[in-house]
């Protein structure tokens, strides 16, 4: 005879959300999405400590109130394509641009293949076709038979050629095809879009819940190591928590795409693939906040200005990028991750347009160990215009 377990389990709980719209009004029903994670903090309700000032003669003290309520929260999981992209565009506060084909229509026919740089008739990339540097991108047709699929960064733009540098670190064949087609990848550049949710931690055993309102995504970060699946990290800040008796958000959808290796990462810096990339970690914090000047039935979340933070550890062979921090040069840079199988593959990736090193540490002295070299990173906002968008960073994806 089958016997359930009596008691709730840190594995028995689904998390899910749904976009709200009215402060104070949580979503129930239909319509939501599971948020997919390893083992994680979760979010909790905590409330401000109001010390008692009365003073007393009988040796004894009157325990503190309640003040302010908040919620933060934290959600790790791994990486997969289209798992998390509510949650990045969120804290991008921005909206997705979908896949856009380029193709002779507009941009003509190429008339040269060079080093990477496709050079076209026309003067139409940055005007009309909406290329733009630090976008990634999959060749359709007209190229080189064995370039065909190939997930490709544009590392530079001009009205009439475009560097595309294929991020499996090879140079693209020669050819000049009258007609030819590349998609750039559906992506997002930060904007001043706010969202918010409503968060829902069902505890399944004991067909229980917790309903937390207002919800503000305030950072994702990701983590890239040796031999793991890539991390990402999401925190939360909400305004409140009400406890179900029921599931609130009910069939919440799931993505099903694997999880994402470290070991297909690529890293690009400038227009060249750069070999031996060890760490990598990335993450925007909008610095959500709760509003102590005004009573908690009206206050919302807010959001502050965005903190970047990154790094990037690669094996060492040459000492250039140890001279580029010492010379404060700016770089372009691009991190690329996909699945398994035959181009056209699956996968995400990360670019900067405007980044330069701001540290360069060694792996050390006298190890049995290859060398490494950590170079943290400050990223500025690329307002320079035409073939750089307004941002810090851009974020793309296969996922529809």
């Not at 016997?3 to 976009?19: F, N």
């Not at 400590?49 to 003290?61: F, I």
């Not at 992506?187 to 937390?212: C, V, W």
């Given at each position: 005879?089958?016997v359930?377990?009596?008691?709730?389990?840190?594995?028995g709980i689904?998390?899910?959300y749904k976009?709200?719209?009215t402060?104070g009004s949580?979503?129930?029903?239909?319509?939501g999405?599971?948020?997919?994670?390893?083992?994680?903090?979760g979010?909790?309700l905590?409330k401000a400590s109001?010390a008692?000032?009365?003073?007393?003669n009988?040796?004894l003290?009157?325990a503190?109130?309640?003040?302010?309520?908040t919620a933060?929260?934290?959600y790790?999981?791994?990486?997969a394509?289209?798992a998390y992209?509510d949650l990045d565009?969120?804290?991008m506060?921005?909206?997705?641009?979908?896949a856009?084909?380029v193709d002779?229509?507009?941009?003509?026919?190429i008339t040269?293949?060079s080093?990477?740089?496709v050079?076209v008739?026309n003067s139409?990339l940055?005007?009309t076709d909406?290329?733009?540097?630090?976008?990634?991108?999959?060749?359709?047709?007209?190229?080189?038979s064995g370039?065909i699929?190939?997930t490709v960064?544009v590392a530079?733009v001009t009205a009439?050629?475009?560097?595309?540098v294929?991020v499996d670190g090879?140079?693209?064949?020669?050819?000049?095809?009258a007609?030819w087609?590349l998609t750039?990848?559906?992506?997002?550049?930060q904007?001043?879009?706010?969202?918010?949710?409503t968060?829902?931690?069902?505890r399944?055993l004991?067909?229980?819940?917790e309903q937390f309102?207002?919800?503000?995504?305030?950072?994702?970060g990701?983590?890239l190591?040796p031999d793991?699946?890539?991390?990402?990290?999401f925190?939360?800040?909400?305004?409140n928590?009400?406890?179900l008796s029921s599931?609130?958000?009910t069939?919440?959808t799931?993505?099903?795409?694997?999880?994402?290796?470290?070991?297909?990462?690529k890293?690009i810096i400038g227009?060249?693939v750069?070999?031996g990339l060890?760490?990598?970690?990335?993450?925007n914090?909008?610095n959500?906040f709760?509003d102590?000047?005004?009573?908690?039935?009206?206050?919302?979340?807010?959001?502050?200005?965005?903190?970047?933070t990154g790094s990037v550890t690669?094996m060492?062979?040459?000492?250039?990028?140890?001279?580029n921090?010492?010379?404060?040069t700016?770089?372009v840079m691009?991190?690329?991750y996909?699945?398994?199988g035959?181009a056209p593959?699956?996968?995400e990736?990360?670019s900067?347009t405007?980044?330069?090193?701001?540290s360069?540490?060694?792996?050390?002295?006298g190890a049995d160990r290859f060398s490494?070299?950590?170079f943290?990173?400050?990223?500025?906002?690329?307002?320079?215009?035409?073939?750089y968008?307004a941002?810090m960073?851009r974020?793309?994806?296969t996922?529809s």
């Amino acid at each position: 005879m089958a016997v359930a377990i009596s008691k709730q389990t840190d594995r028995g709980i689904t998390v899910a959300y749904k976009e709200q719209s009215t402060i104070g009004s949580p979503e129930t029903g239909s319509g939501g999405k599971l948020i997919r994670f390893s083992p994680s903090p979760g979010m909790t309700l905590s409330k401000a400590s109001v010390a008692s000032t009365e003073s007393r003669n009988d040796g004894l003290a009157r325990a503190p109130g309640d003040g302010r309520k908040t919620a933060p929260g934290t959600y790790n999981g791994p990486a997969a394509v289209g798992a998390y992209d509510d949650l990045d565009i969120s804290v991008m506060r921005s909206t997705f641009t979908a896949a856009n084909t380029v193709d002779e229509t507009n941009a003509g026919a190429i008339t040269g293949i060079s080093s990477n740089v496709v050079t076209v008739t026309n003067s139409t990339l940055i005007s009309t076709d909406g290329l733009r540097v630090g976008q990634f991108a999959q060749l359709v047709s007209g190229f080189d038979s064995g370039d065909i699929g190939k997930t490709v960064f544009v590392a530079a733009v001009t009205a009439s050629t475009v560097t595309l540098v294929p991020v499996d670190g090879t140079s693209l064949a020669s050819a000049t095809p009258a007609s030819w087609s590349l998609t750039i990848l559906k992506n997002g550049i930060q904007g001043t879009t706010d969202y918010a949710y409503t968060i829902e931690q069902y505890r399944d055993l004991i067909t229980k819940g917790e309903q937390f309102d207002f919800v503000r995504f305030g950072s994702h970060g990701w983590t890239l190591t040796p031999d793991n699946e890539i991390q990402r990290a999401f925190s939360t800040l909400g305004r409140n928590k009400a406890i179900l008796s029921s599931q609130g958000l009910t069939s919440p959808t799931v993505t099903t795409t694997n999880a994402l290796q470290s070991a297909r990462a690529k890293l690009i810096i400038g227009s060249s693939v750069v070999t031996g990339l060890s760490r990598f970690s990335f993450s925007n914090n909008i610095n959500p906040f709760r509003d102590d000047s005004v009573d908690e039935l009206t206050s919302e979340i807010g959001v502050g200005q965005p903190t970047l933070t990154g790094s990037v550890t690669i094996m060492e062979d040459d000492l250039t990028r140890v001279q580029n921090f010492i010379d404060g040069t700016e770089q372009v840079m691009g991190i690329w991750y996909d699945a398994p199988g035959t181009a056209p593959r699956a996968g995400e990736g990360i670019s900067l347009t405007k980044a330069r090193f701001i540290s360069a540490n060694p792996s050390g002295l006298g190890a049995d160990r290859f060398s490494t070299r950590e170079f943290g990173l400050a990223i500025d906002a690329d307002l320079r215009g035409g073939a750089y968008d307004a941002t810090m960073y851009r974020f793309s994806t296969t996922s529809s």
